[in-house]
């Protein structure tokens, strides 16, 4: 048993006893996170009471780490003042995350009890397309005027430094324009007197707000960075991208791409907070699709019906030439759409990841093709069925194993150009992974097997 485990027992039972003062003591030593986490286990009624047991800055904390449903719930039974003291100490940057997903209802109840400035700011950033860097930024950073000497820069720190998201990136200013940033670190390492701006790096890395979220959190991997400004079309500071909101982006993302590289349709919340009927409408969709796009390659079997009626052994090879070819496009599919995803391959690669991947199905058919050649051969050496219809098992060797290569190479084609072509088009690289690649894939194998099959055996 962890010791998170041990912790949430502990507290269950101060819980049950009513022994409130212990547990207050408890929760004041956990992380916030930690406390979010403990609210999906108690019980609907307990939550409230649990919640305001927490001092105010650890509960504002706490409350945007929580589910949407447990935010929904806790502001409901708060009332007006607590509300208030709640969003007073939130982040305005995490206030929007969180009105983004509440009811018409409850976003009028939140918005009712924020001061008007606070207000103006929130539905400004609620303007910005949604994945933009301007829906993600905060307007909550330190910025220095240009003039400010050292001695300023820590007199305005200690002043609103506190009410800041971080401090560890400090931007300079003139009318609002960015020139530069530093750290505090180079703040105390230079003389009262120095300006900042005979200090500061004004080789800046910044982006628009209207810059793709997924672009901006790559750039804090990229970079190395711990915030990134963000200016408007005037080249005006505006806002920061923080590298927690960077976090996130990423996983919102990466969750999107792995379900659509499963044939399904984007799903917001959890997997247990998403009601059986949804999952069901997030899946059927593409699988409806992809069901239909297979009869093709039904039809095409039904056209070799000749091919297998005079020689029955080659349909047993089809599952496993299927199989393979599937195998070898998500393989390849996988790579190029991490490639877009990390910015190492482009649309200009086009050619030469095809003739990349042309190399690599070469060496990878070869290798298949003559393992399989051999386990065929010695697997019907003495066949009586292949010697009752004229055939050799050396040739039914050689006719799967050039129908392997065949398989391989246009897999990996077929996994290559899906992706890219969907990237030209604009499209999520995503929506172009197994399912459709082995679908598209299968046809052209079955294709391929039969005629050779057929011109082997003059069939």
């Not at 949407?68 to 995350?97: A, P």
């Not at 998500?330 to 995803?341: D, E, N, P, V």
């Not at 040739?395 to 065949?406: F, N, R, W």
């Not at 399912?435 to 097997?449: N, R």
Request: proline share 3%.
């Amino acid at each position: 048993m962890d010791e998170q485990t041990l912790v949430f027992d502990e507290i269950f039972e101060f819980l049950e006893n009513k022994n409130f003062p212990k547990l207050r003591e408890i929760l004041q030593e956990m992380n916030p996170a930690d406390i979010a986490l403990l609210f999906e286990e108690l019980e609907e009624k307990a939550v409230p009471i649990v919640f305001r047991l927490l001092p105010k800055q650890l509960a504002a904390d706490t409350f945007s780490y929580l589910e949407s449903d447990k935010q929904v719930q806790l502001i409901t039974s708060f009332s007006d003042v607590e509300l208030r003291e709640i969003t007073d100490n939130m982040f305005i940057d995490d206030t929007v995350d969180i009105i983004e997903e509440m009811p018409a209802n409850v976003v009028t109840r939140i918005l009712k009890n924020t001061d008007s400035e606070t207000r103006k700011i929130i539905n400004e950033l609620l303007k910005y397309p949604k994945d933009s860097a301007g829906s993600i930024m905060t307007t909550e950073f330190l910025y220095l005027d240009d003039d400010m000497t050292v001695k300023e820069a820590f007199q305005k720190i200690r002043q609103v430094g506190v009410t800041k998201e971080t401090i560890n990136t400090c931007f300079v200013t003139k009318s609002r324009r960015l020139l530069g940033q530093l750290s505090p670190l180079e703040l105390l390492t230079n003389d009262e007197d120095t300006l900042v701006t005979e200090i500061m790096d004004a080789n800046i890395i910044k982006v628009n707000t209207h810059e793709d979220q997924e672009n901006v959190a790559r750039m804090f991997d990229k970079y190395d960075i711990a915030a990134l400004p963000v200016v408007d079309n005037e080249d005006r500071l505006v806002g920061i991208v923080t590298f927690d909101d960077a976090i996130e982006v990423l996983q919102e993302e990466n969750t999107e791409d792995f379900e659509k590289m499963a044939a399904m349709m984007p799903i917001e919340d959890s997997y247990f907070k998403t009601s059986v009927f949804k999952h069901a409408k997030k899946r059927v969709l593409w699988l409806l699709i992809l069901m239909i796009s297979a009869t093709f390659t039904g039809l095409l079997i039904t056209k070799y019906e000749a091919a297998f009626a005079a020689l029955p052994i080659l349909i047993s090879f089809i599952p496993m030439l299927m199989d393979t070819g599937g195998n070898c496009g998500s393989q390849t599919s996988t790579m190029i759409i991490r490639g877009f995803a990390l910015g190492e391959i482009s649309t200009r690669d086009f050619f030469r990841v095809m003739f990349k991947e042309f190399r690599i199905s070469l060496i990878v058919s070869s290798i298949l093709a003559i393992v399989n050649g051999i386990r065929i051969y010695l697997m019907y050496f003495n066949s009586e069925s292949l010697a009752a219809s004229g055939t050799s098992a050396l040739m039914l060797a050689v006719v799967v194993s050039l129908s392997i290569m065949c398989a391989v190479i246009i897999a990996k084609f077929v996994g290559c150009i899906l992706p890219m072509v969907a990237k030209m088009c604009k499209l999520d690289p995503a929506i172009m992974a197994s399912p459709m690649i082995t679908t598209v894939a299968d046809a052209a194998i079955i294709f391929v097997y039969f005629n050779i099959a057929m011109k082997f055996f003059n069939i």
